[in-house]
């Protein structure tokens, strides 16, 4: 049975935040940003170093932005990412996603990236998501599918990684298949207007190859996430090491390529 409050697999290392930060509402939410209108009141659920809740303030520039997140920590972070941004039509607090402390049809758009393949409830999660949601509102959300990443070439260690990493996700209560998931979560959750997409991000350049296998290097021996495996009796210190070489080696191949599929739905609450 899920629990309610999962544990956050990949905690707040450094290497975590190198790619939370490289975050963008077009590399993100594209899917979103199409619905956006200058005055709307928008949810940004696990808004992180809040770098996607600063982009979306700046585009509702007549409205205003609310980045919610479990971890008190980050949000200082965030609120320095908008700072320095010179936003200020947002603002920050503590929350969880299974039980907002918002009263009902709050918000014009209540926004989640990378939160449900987290939580231990998902389809509580989009309940709260459309309560506090206005008729008329939009829901949206986007999450990784693992079990959909690709890349070349082959590599065992890669292979080795994916099992480990969905085996830790799985044991803190989530859900690492998420992408794959969304829609019918959402219709689980009572919710009827659904569209379903989905997007990628592909690293293939030189210097993306050396920035992906970088932060996850460095994350399967330094993070939170490593810690979980090890104290959780999936890996001993040596796979970790040897998982690490494996995406130092698959970043050094001059025509190595990797790809991350997300799921992706915006739902509209009726009016």
Known sequence: MPKETAVYTHGHHESVLRSHTWRTAAN?????????????RILDIGCGPGTITADLAALVPDGH???????????????????????TNVDFAVADVHALDYPDDTFCVVHAHQVLQHVGDPVQALREMHRVTRPGGFIAARDADYGAMTWYPASQGLDDWLDLYE???????????????????????????????????????????????????????AS?????????GHATAEDLRAVSAAWREWGRHEDGWFSVLHGEILCRKEA
């Open 65 to 87: 932005v609310t980045g919610v997140d479990r971890a008190p920590e980050i949000l200082d972070q965030a609120r320095a990412t908008a700072d320095a941004r010179g936003v």
């Open 167 to 221: 085996r830790v996700a799985r044991a803190n209560g989530g859900e690492p298949d998420a992408g794959r998931r969304l829609k019918s979560w959402a219709l689980r959750a009572g919710i009827r207007d659904v569209t379903a997409t989905s997007g990628t991000w592909t690293f293939a350049t030189t210097e993306e190859r050396a920035w992906w296998r970088g932060l996850w290097a460095d994350r399967t021996l």
């Open 224 to 232: 939170a996430y490593a810690d979980r495996a090890t104290d959780g």
């Open 28 to 40: 993100s939410a594209a899917y979103l940003l199409g619905s956006l209108k200058p005055h709307m």
